[in-house]
């Protein structure tokens, strides 16, 4: 049963502390997805990539944020500075799919970030 | 960016009673798309429709495309309990990305 693996599930960092999310993409899919989850603003896309190479990273606070998919099995999102508005769910998704058409995306479990 | 809109935000109900939520949205989409999240998961796609006046069934839950394609519903008959949790419907943004409403927080109570 192929799924979106991700660590850590929970974090906890103080303020202005690196923040480093894995995603690991169900094999063989070419599209991953950064998403944040929030009972305010729901969820929003982040960033994604397809064939690895990042396409639109225009959610993502540019100053502070950085997402890469180093390899096809590995993707990451840091955050360096933290800061409490930062404190979310972030979710990993993947998908297989070209130009043009709808993705069936397949969500990991989120890794919970609380910034103090 | 289109926009995507659900209603109600939340709801409760009792186990066996039917119910129905919505997504609308001023634009119209080429297609839609229903999730469902539980606690401490991701979101799980449990339908797409891309027809205008579609409508799919899985099991107890029936999923209708607006004749426009602006708006979509979800019908549930007899709730249970396994049916609580966060309903979001999605739409594509462009050619790759998807959109997402802000979700309808569903309760079953036994």
């Known amino acids: 049963d192929a799924r979106v693996t991700q660590t850590p599930r929970d974090k906890v960092t103080e303020m202005g502390q690196e923040v480093t999310m894995r995603c690991q993409p169900i094999?063989?899919?070419?599209?991953v997805f950064w998403y944040r989850q929030t009972m305010k603003q729901g969820l929003e896309l982040l960033a994604y990539?397809?064939?690895?190479?990042?396409?639109?990273d225009s959610g993502m606070p540019k100053d502070r944020f950085s997402a890469e998919m180093p390899d096809a099995t590995l993707a990451t999102l840091k955050i360096q500075p933290s800061e409490p508005r930062d404190s979310a769910v972030y979710f990993c998704?993947?998908?297989?799919?070209?130009?043009?058409?709808?993705?069936?995306?397949?969500f990991g479990p989120g890794t919970r970030l609380t910034v103090t | 960016t289109q926009l995507l809109e659900q209603s109600p935000q939340f709801l409760s109900i009792q186990e066996g009673e039917n119910l129905t939520v919505y997504c609308n949205s001023s634009?119209?989409?080429?297609?839609l798309q229903w999730y469902r999240q539980e606690p401490g998961e991701g979101p799980v796609l449990l339908v797409t429709?891309?027809?205008?006046?579609e409508v799919k069934k899985l099991k107890r839950l029936t999923f209708q495309f607006g004749d426009a394609r602006k708006d979509s519903s979800l019908h549930i008959t007899a709730a249970q309990p396994g049916d609580t949790g966060l309903y979001l419907c999605?739409?594509?943004?462009?050619?790759?990305?998807?959109?997402f409403g802000q979700g309808t927080r569903l309760t079953i109570n036994p």
């Open positions: 634009s119209v989409f080429s297609s």
């Open positions: 429709v891309v027809t205008g006046g």
């Open positions: 094999l063989g899919h070419n599209t």
């Open positions: 990539f397809r064939n690895r190479a990042p396409l639109d």
């Open positions: 999605a739409g594509p943004q462009g050619a790759q990305k998807l959109v």
């Open positions: 998704a993947s998908g297989l799919g070209t130009i043009g058409t709808l993705y069936e995306q397949y």
